[in-house]
């Protein structure tokens, strides 16, 4: 398996911490829509390193599909081809309270978007007349001074990210790939996530898509590494498990009851009431734990069979760069 890390950094730090993680031998870099901009680093990093690179995800009802593909057309060259265009949709109050935007039932606008983009992407390419009629969203000018293409790497995936079975279910109908979401366990991927994949490839009458599955992930070798991943991942669970956007996966677990608990302690502030709601089993269950050998090896459990790479996430704590390059080397092994 290929092993792709978030290029989680400054603006002005993106450079040299790009350098560093491509020098440990990963395959990619890919950025998350948080603090800063999901496009911009990607850009510097493309300046400065040859790697593959991916929005993971671009927040996409707050932005015109035109933006995104202009977006990803340019990062397609900047890269050498090398750009994978991930979108997600958010949840509602952050979609209407964080960004000022409007919400509405997110798979069947997740769907149009993702082929708003994709029309978009074609019409530059191929030629074709640009003609798109959607519900939220239209796109049927496009005067030859605003046409890039074609571009000599061709058009970029646009890959979507999912957690719940429709969306799930509409990444695989209509997208290049599909995101699964980190927040995510062995049974709940298994049982839950492949049934909705296959439901969607039915519908489109397609045999397969690419599927990229992410980690979150608590690596060290010495028990010192290890507390300080531990206490990092568990926030991030605590953080996760209040939404209740992601409850099925708790639900599967028999932990379900947790979430409103920890959805009323996040109003409230109290993040270590959180964390210590958040048990050793959880984070082994739902994250991956060990040393590098020991999460390449449940990586691979969990997904080489149904993936040729996987996204890592060290959340809350600084990974080792030996241990980074220690991880990709037991998963190209």
Known sequence: MLLDVQLDARPDLVAARARELVATGIAGLFTFEGPHDVFLPLATAASVVETDLMTNVAIAMPRSPMHLANAAWDLQLMSGGRFRLGLGSQIKPHIEKRYGATW?????????????????????????????????????????????????????????????????????????????????????????????????????????????????????????????????????????????????????????????????????????????????????TIAVRGTPEECAAELKRRFGDVAERVCCYFPGYDAPLAAISDLAAALAR
């Open 104 to 284: 509405s039932p997110p798979a069947a606008r997740m769907r149009e978007i993702v082929l708003a983009v994709k029309a978009i992407l074609a019409s530059w390419q191929d030629g074709t007349r640009l003609d798109f009629r959607g519900e939220h969203t239209q796109h049927t000018l496009m005067p030859p001074t605003f046409v890039p293409g074609p571009n000599p790497y061709g058009a970029p995936p646009v890959l979507l990210g999912a957690l719940g079975p429709l969306m799930t279910r509409t990444a695989a109908e209509v997208a290049d790939g599909l995101l699964v979401m980190p927040f995510n366990s062995l049974r709940h991927f298994r049982e839950r996530t492949l049934a909705a994949v296959a439901e969607g490839l039915e519908l489109a009458g397609r045999e397969s898509v690419a599927i990229y599955p992410q980690a979150i992930t608590a690596m060290g070798r010495t028990p010192e590494e290890q507390a300080a991943a531990d206490l990092g991942v568990r926030g991030l669970l605590a953080f996760y498990g209040s939404t209740p956007a992601y409850r099925p996966v708790l639900d599967v677990e028999g932990w379900g009851d947790l979430q409103p608990e920890l959805n009323a302690l996040s109003k409230t502030g109290d993040i270590a009431a959180m964390m210590e709601l958040v048990s050793d089993e959880m984070i082994a």
